[in-house]
């Protein structure tokens, strides 16, 4: 049955956004692809994007939210969004407690298969359709960027290890860092960005500044 399941409320929402930004030839394009060999229809002209999404399958929604063809960034919406871009005024100990409670490290407790996830997205509770009983889990979210300090990477992976992917997300009043000007040994000043502590960056050698003294 997992195979035949209609992508979820959440896919849905999360697709026509990312219709909204790509663009509906784009969005049609891609779409086309992944209903490629299923008897689900290609979106029709005068069809909403939101109407074309929910005849996707599960796994078919999902492969078309993870296409390299579309940037798959949609900006998680939040209640407080134009206040947020105002986020110079964040107090920086606040903000580093934000960080800590939102990034999932390696080492952190990932999502138990088929229960809801412990970053707080009650909505990816995903089977996988590889075999049965077999669920997508929340393994990682980090830092996914070198300069954009609102952006964050999510990692999933298959409970029986056949598939994995990553997301990326917009939070914006969660950055995981700041940027400064700081000043160097021989006092010339440079920028950097400076990781929240505690704070897991999958490069942070590549970021602005980094073993500058
Ligand atoms: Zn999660
Ligand atoms: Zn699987």
Do not use: N
Not at 40 to 61: D, F, G, M, S, V
Not at 81 to 86: M, T
Not at 146 to 153: K, N, S
Request: hydrophobic fraction near 30%.
């Amino acid at each position: 049955m997992a195979k035949t399941e209609l992508a979820t409320p959440a896919q849905v929402k999360y697709l026509t956004t990312l219709a909204e930004k790509v663009g509906k030839e784009r969005f049609d394009a891609e779409f086309a692809k992944v209903v490629k060999g299923s008897d689900i229809e290609p979106r029709t002209p005068r069809q909403r994007c939101a109407t074309a999404a929910k005849r996707l399958t599960k796994a078919r929604a999902r492969k078309l939210r993870t296409s390299p063809e579309l940037p798959y960034t949609v900006e998680h919406m939040t209640t407080h969004g134009e206040a947020a871009a105002a986020h110079t005024a964040i107090d920086e100990d606040e903000a580093g407690q934000r960080a800590l409670a939102t990034q999932m490290p390696w080492d952190d407790p990932e999502q138990r298969p088929g229960e809801p996830c412990p970053c707080g997205d009650a909505d990816h509770v995903e089977e996988c359709d590889c075999e049965e009983g077999a669920f997508m889990i929340h393994v990682m979210r980090i830092p996914g960027s070198l300069d954009e300090l609102t952006l964050w990477e999510d990692h999933f992976e298959c409970t029986h290890g056949s598939s994995s992917y990553t997301q990326k997300l917009t939070l914006h009043e969660t950055p995981w860092g700041v940027r400064e000007q700081a000043v160097d040994r021989r006092g010339a000043s440079y920028e950097r960005v400076r990781l929240f502590p505690g704070i897991t960056h999958g490069q942070e050698s590549l970021l602005p500044g980094f073993g500058v003294s």
